[in-house]
């Protein structure tokens, strides 16, 4: 799906970008669609603008956004754990995924 530019500046305000790069809106981009490749792949569809729900995903992808741009030159030691939040936000997304009509 790509990234209209009202989403881009949604997920800008969230990781505290104000001038980037066109190297980091590059990486952003790459990430947005991993975020909601993963999401997808989880059983996640992409919810009806303007819905709570909506809101919930949108967070959830932000979140992964900013995780892994954080991460993308961390030496990391011993074990990554997930924030239990998002965990929960994921979970309430699955739980929720409307059902299809046989």
């Known amino acids: 799906m790509p990234m209209t530019e009202e989403r ?7 990781c505290r970008m104000e001038e980037p790069t066109s190297e980091e809106l590059l990486t952003l981009e790459t990430l947005y669609d991993a975020a909601v490749g993963y999401l ?4 996640i569809s992409l919810p009806p603008e303007g819905t709570p729900r909506r809101a919930q995903y949108d967070l959830a992808v932000n979140f992964m956004v900013l995780r892994d741009f954080d991460l993308r030159d961390a030496e990391v030691n011993g074990t990554i ?3 239990p939040a998002f965990r929960r936000l994921i979970t309430q997304l699955k739980l929720t995924e409307p059902r299809e009509e046989a």
């Open 40 to 43: 997808e792949g989880a059983g």
């Open 8 to 14: 881009r500046a949604g997920l800008l305000a969230y």
């Open 81 to 83: 754990q997930d924030n």
